[in-house]
């Protein structure tokens, strides 16, 4: 189902799916029993909830084994935020990009999920293409052969600042790619090692599912390494169903930081 502007709002009015957002935000990737633990309802309830949370987009489903955890995912609200709130307001709205986070051992990932008008194609191109890809991605592109096994280097090219490296794991055009990630941008993010980003491509009639899993990240990772994706992913659709530049705060802040 395609998350629209309507389903987010019905979802945020209702206190009680409130509640199970913010205790997702104190821990992510919680099962359904583990949630009704910490609030006065019914199981049932909960899964009456957690339904209209998903349908709304603002929580993914994912099994792992007999469980199936639940994920806060931070896109619908960027894409409320970029509709409405002035580029040069609110600059503290773009901290809600970071409600997402699934905490295992001491290792965490987070998912990011999003339809987008065009065909999965199109949309691998967007990826993979480096001039595409600096368009909705801070100005930097990604150099690569794309096979597995190969590696890529992503860079942007008007500050000449290597951005992040790694391996393509899995290369499979144009449903799924899997790739370490090293970033490079600062000595903070480079002491955090290689984790692992995975794109994976669901037609939907008319549209595609793009979600983004980053994983293996050490558990309290310098959240620089993944709060991007929201703004990224917002940009991405802009510039597939529109053909047009989305002016988020990270790509002015690094447009400023970089001219």
């Not at 309830?45 to 994912?62: I, S, T």
């Not at 001491?106 to 691998?124: C, D, G, Q």
């Not at 990772?221 to 002016?247: F, H, R, V």
């Amino acid at each position: 189902m395609l998350c629209r502007v309507d389903d987010v709002f019905k979802a945020l009015a209702d206190p009680t799916r409130r509640s199970l957002l913010d205790e997702l935000y104190r821990q992510d990737g919680q099962t359904l029993g583990a949630l009704e633990a910490r609030l006065p309802m019914t199981r049932f309830g909960v899964m009456k909830h957690l339904k209209v949370l998903e349908e709304a987009g603002l929580v993914v489903a994912k099994r792992e084994g007999r469980e199936k955890r639940h994920f806060l995912n931070a896109v619908p609200i960027r894409l409320v935020h970029d509709r409405w709130v002035s580029k040069y307001a609110e600059p503290w709205a773009a901290a809600l990009s970071g409600l997402k986070t699934q905490l295992e051992e001491k290792t965490m990932e987070k998912i990011f999920e999003i339809y987008i008008k065009t065909t999965p194609e199109r949309l691998w191109e967007a990826i993979t293409d480096s001039d595409m890809r600096a368009k909705y991605s801070f100005g930097v592109g990604v150099k690569s052969d794309w096979t597995t096994g190969s590696g890529y280097e992503a860079v942007h090219d008007g500050a000449g600042i290597r951005i992040s490296e790694g391996e393509n794991l899995e290369v499979d055009p144009p449903r799924r790619l899997v790739q370490g990630f090293t970033a490079l941008w600062s000595d903070e993010v480079k002491a955090e090692g290689t984790s692992r980003v995975t794109w994976e491509i669901e037609p939907v009639g008319d549209s595609c599912r793009l979600t983004v899993t980053h994983s293996e990240l050490r558990e309290g990772a310098n959240n620089e390494l993944y709060g991007g994706w929201p703004m990224i992913l917002s940009g991405l659709k802009t510039l597939l169903e529109t053909g047009e530049l989305l002016d988020t705060p990270g790509s002015l802040r690094y447009a400023e930081g970089w001219a």
